[in-house]
């Protein structure tokens, strides 16, 4: 079975702490991506990378960092979390290939910031 | 923003077929359909893509209008399990990047009911 897998699936943390969500895959995808969920806004892609160190800003990355030292292993940083950033948060992977491919997503961190 | 558009809510009696639009009338030529659905407090999932001719597989069938302006997903005996939201998406072929990346509108939210 495929698999994303993300580290936590419920956390909560405080306000200036730093916080890291890992997400791992093991289909030797090239692309990750993570995305956060909120109600009344849908899924809105923070980052993205396709290939081992490199990254790209989706929509909304103010706040938030990424990393990719590894194929396998693309983590999100909160350099200082704040209330606001309390969320579902998202990490799929995909083969980055012509047309033919699908995402695969984890199932989710529920995060709370107090 | 999402490039499609798609009813926010729709009910389907179970054991009869779902028919779930979206219009995407600014489709260019090399953009795929893709749909997706998340099942409550889960990720999202893939069901289908097509370019332009329909496409079926064990889940749904994919129906694309001639003129790529619209597209119709097809559960053909809904069960109560397939109660999520469905998301319509166009994208190009090449995922990561930024012409490739899953954006998400807000989806239809499908009940099944008994």
């Known amino acids: 079975d495929v698999k994303v897998t993300q580290s936590s699936r419920y956390l909560v943390k405080r306000t200036g702490e730093k916080v890291f969500l890992e997400c791992v895959q093991d289909?030797?995808?090239?692309?990750m991506f993570w995305y956060r969920q909120d109600p009344g806004l849908g899924l809105r892609l923070i980052y993205f990378s396709y290939d081992v160190k490199m990254k790209e800003k989706g929509d909304i990355p103010e706040g938030y960092s990424v990393s990719r030292e590894k194929k396998e292993r693309f983590s999100l940083i909160l350099e200082s979390a704040s209330t606001n950033q309390t969320s579902m948060y998202l990490c799929?992977?995909?083969?980055?290939?012509?047309?033919?491919?699908?995402?695969?997503f984890g199932q989710g961190t529920r995060l709370t910031v107090v | 923003d999402a490039k499609t558009t798609q009813p926010t809510s729709m009910d389907c009696a179970e054991g009869r077929a779902a028919n779930l639009p979206c219009n995407h009338s600014?489709?260019?030529?090399?953009?795929?359909v893709y749909w997706y659905r998340q099942i409550h407090s889960q990720g999202p999932q893939y069901i289908i893509h097509g370019l332009k001719n329909n496409e079926t597989n064990e889940m749904a069938s994919l129906i694309i209008t001639e003129d790529r302006k619209s597209s119709t997903l097809i559960l053909p005996h809904a069960t109560l399990r397939d109660t999520a939201v469905y998301y319509c998406i166009v994208m190009s072929g090449r995922y990561g990047g930024s012409q490739g990346n899953l954006i998400f509108g807000k989806g239809t939210k499908l009940s099944v009911k008994p």
């Open positions: 799929a992977s995909s083969f980055m290939s012509r047309g033919n491919t699908e995402a695969f």
């Open positions: 289909m030797d995808h090239e692309n």
């Open positions: 600014t489709i260019s030529g090399n953009e795929y």
